[in-house]
Structures are given as C-alpha cells and as structure tokens.
C-alpha cells in the first residue's frame, strides 16, 4: 500500500490535508484495504488559540460573493435569503481561479519537515505504525502501539480518530469534512442547549461530531450506513470514552438509512437498533444534525425525507443543525460555475418552510458563522455554512 491508488471517482477531504503540523499515522488496513489513519485533533479551550485556528494563509481571499454573505450573515433574525453565486472573475470575466498559496514555514516545522512530517499538503507521509488485523472489534489499536508515549494518554482536549484519506464517493464518510467541525464548533459554544439532551446524528461519518456532542449530550444516536464505516465510527467512539468519563453520556452507533422507511430492528443486523431505543429515540430526541450530508440530490430528497418523517414523529419539538459547504464547480452544461448540491439544498430547505401540512411547520434560519468561535483547527472557509430548521407541531 505504498501507493494510493486514485479511481476517478476519488475524493479528498481538504481536513486533513491542509493540517499545518499534523502527522497522519497509518494503523491499519480496514475491510476494503484502504489504509487507516488516526488524526488527533485538540479542542481549543484557550481565546487565543481559538482566534488563529483558521488554519492560515488558506482562507480565500475576497470576492464578489464575500459582501453579499457577509450581508446575509449579520442578519441572524432575517429569513434566509438567496445568495447569490457569482463565481470570482477577473477583468475579462474569466473565472479566476484562487490558488492556495504553501504553508507558511515556521521554525519549529524546519525540524519536522526534515523528518518528512509536518509539511502540509504538498507531503503527507504517513507514519505506518503497525497494520492491525482489521477486526474492527478488537481494541483501539493503542496498547500494541509499541512507540507509545505520554502523548498517547488520553487527555480531555484532545479527540483522536480513525479515518481514511482518499476514498470512492461511496465511502465519503471515512474522512473528515469541514463541515463536522463547523458543526463541532457550534455544540462547543453551545453547552448549555445540549447539555443532557438525546442527539440524532445523521451521516455521521468517522462520528467526530457525535463524540464532541456526548461532551454535553445524555445519549447520542449516532447513525449512517454501511457495515465497514459503521465499524469505523464505533471505533472512533470507543477512543474518546475518556471525553465523557464520569459522566453518564453515551453514544450508540447505529444503522439509519435515508432511503429506507423504517429503522432497522432486525438483531440479525449489525447495528440495528432495538425496539427500546426507537420508542427512546421518539420520546426524547430534541436536537437532530447532521454534517456535510447535501452533495447529491437524490440523497439530499432522501435526507429531508428523513428529516420530516422523523421530526413530525418526535414527542418533543425539535431543532435539526445541517451544515453543507458549498462547493463551486464549472461545469461544461451550463458552461458557468454552479453549485448545483447547495442550490438543491436550498432548494429542499425553502420547500420545508413552505410546507402545509396541518400538523407541523418549519422555521428555516442561517445561523451566522462569525458567531460561531472555533474550537478547532481547521479552514473555515466563507463557503461553509451551518442552518437551523426548528420543527413547530401544531
Ligand atoms: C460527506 S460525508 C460527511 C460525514 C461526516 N458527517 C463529516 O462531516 O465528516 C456524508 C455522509 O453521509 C452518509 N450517507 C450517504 N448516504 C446515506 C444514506 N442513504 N443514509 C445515511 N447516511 C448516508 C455517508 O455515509 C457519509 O458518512
């Protein structure tokens, strides 16, 4: 596995490449032989910290769109508007593509880089540690990691997770995407409305946004399909236990898909739920999220599918978090730039505002990013948003 092998439909989470110093250890091969890595990422509790953790000289400079959003974005209390997607052009009104310019050196990185960590994204070498058996109920892998140091002790501010880097667009949710930190930073500033809650995490992925979320949370639903990524997710949820030791929080990964009608119960099945914890699930879940989860249309229907058929059987009224990153692409159809994904979110969000049905309505707000401070270190680019959907039953 020296080489990475890239099929055309490979995709690429920017997280962890455009980590300034982080070293990506490789732990195992996971089912599919796609190569493991564990990234640990720090919870910035100090100001300081947090006001440099967009990851610097990375974020896109001005252009047309930036006033608009900006606009948009001091007015919390406004209905969402549509913004407008006039791509970047230069004087021709040729698209002007923004390079993103090297990571800056630094001192202390003169020394990592001679070890080959540390260099951004031009070098990412992982760190093979050992390549684990890839029963992914075994434990987490640490105790046989023979280099462990004191860094390896679990310490309340630092999230550890297993992820892959490259992958097939099915298997999206192995990687880390901006968006779940967007969504962490929210949870992160807003404790005291999650504090003893029951969560829904839709599309959680490697369950990075579940584990912040159980920071606060009493119990945490954490769900999404496919054996292997659910496998993935469990193991994450395991490393970070220490995040809710003595406290009663927990997180149960489980099987919900978006195109299926109904949870599945099945105990033949890997990560079926019980009749307990759906009559729970309805009882008490009061906050759903769900992170980067709009980037095909069919999917999204799917997901707001979902969304409604779950929030009108809720018992207690429900505020669902949905964060996208719009992600601008030329296209030779419309022969412009587009973002046809976040256009059908948008889309799919006013139809949910608009809905008549006598029995539940829907507020659709943006929740301004400026008021969200960032927990973590990562680019917060202006393209990434988060919105709030409040499901009011009549
Ligand atoms: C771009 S990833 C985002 C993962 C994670 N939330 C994050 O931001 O890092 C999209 C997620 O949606 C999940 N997903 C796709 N189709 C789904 C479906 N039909 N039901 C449930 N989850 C689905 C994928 O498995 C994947 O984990």
Redesign the pocket.
């Known amino acids: 596995m020296d080489n990475a092998t890239f099929r055309i439909d490979t995709v690429l989470s920017d997280v962890h490449l455009l980590l300034p110093n982080a070293q990506h250890l490789m732990t195992r091969l996971n089912a599919v032989a796609q190569p493991v890595f564990v990234s640990k990422f720090k919870i910035l509790k100090d100001v300081e910290e947090r006001e440099s953790a967009s990851v610097s000289g990375c974020t896109v400079p001005s252009t047309p769109t930036e006033g608009v959003q900006e606009g948009v974005e001091e007015e919390e209390d406004a209905s969402p508007p549509r913004v407008s997607h006039t791509p970047p052009l230069d004087e021709d009104g040729d698209l002007d593509v923004v390079r993103r310019r090297p990571l800056e050196a630094s001192p202390g990185r003169e020394s990592e880089s001679r070890t080959g960590r540390g260099r951004g994204r031009e070098a990412t070498c992982p760190i093979i540690i050992i390549q684990a058996s890839g029963d992914a109920e075994e434990g987490c892998g640490e105790e046989e990691d023979e280099d462990a140091d004191e860094e390896d002790v679990p310490r309340p501010d630092i999230i550890r997770i297993e992820h892959t880097m490259a992958t097939p667009l099915e298997d999206?949710?192995k990687q880390?995407?901006r968006?779940?930190f967007l969504l962490a930073d929210f949870i992160l500033s807003r404790q005291a409305d999650f504090a003893g809650a029951t969560v829904l995490e839709?599309?959680?992925?490697?369950g990075?946004?579940s584990v912040v979320a159980a920071t606060a949370a009493r119990t945490v639903y954490c769900t999404?399909?496919?054996e292997d990524?659910l496998n993935m997710c469990q193991r994450n949820i395991t490393l970070n236990q220490h995040l809710t030791e003595g406290k009663e929080n927990q997180v149960r990964v489980r099987q919900?898909?978006?195109?299926a009608s109904d949870l599945c119960t099945d105990p033949e099945e890997p990560f079926a739920w019980t009749e307990d914890e759906v009559a729970h699930l309805h009882d008490e879940t009061s906050l759903i999220i769900a992170?980067?989860?709009c980037?095909d249309d069919d999917?999204t229907d799917?997901l707001f599918r979902t969304l409604y058929r779950i929030t009108s059987s809720l018992r207690k009224p429900s505020r669902v978090y949905l964060s996208i990153e719009k992600r601008l692409n030329f296209t030779l159809r419309h022969m412009e730039v587009t973002c046809e994904a976040y256009d059908h979110f948008r889309h799919c969000l006013d139809e949910l505002s608009n809905m008549e049905d006598g029995r539940i309505q829907y507020e659709v707000e943006r929740v301004p990013s400026q008021s969200i401070p960032q927990f973590f270190q990562y680019e917060r680019v202006q393209y990434l948003e988060l919105w709030r959907v409040t499901a009011i039953q009549k």
């Not at 919900?256 to 195109?259: F, K």
């Open positions: 999206v949710g880390i995407w968006g779940a839709l599309g959680a992925g490697t990075i946004t999404d399909v496919g990524l919900l898909d978006w195109t992170a980067d989860v980037y999917l799917a």
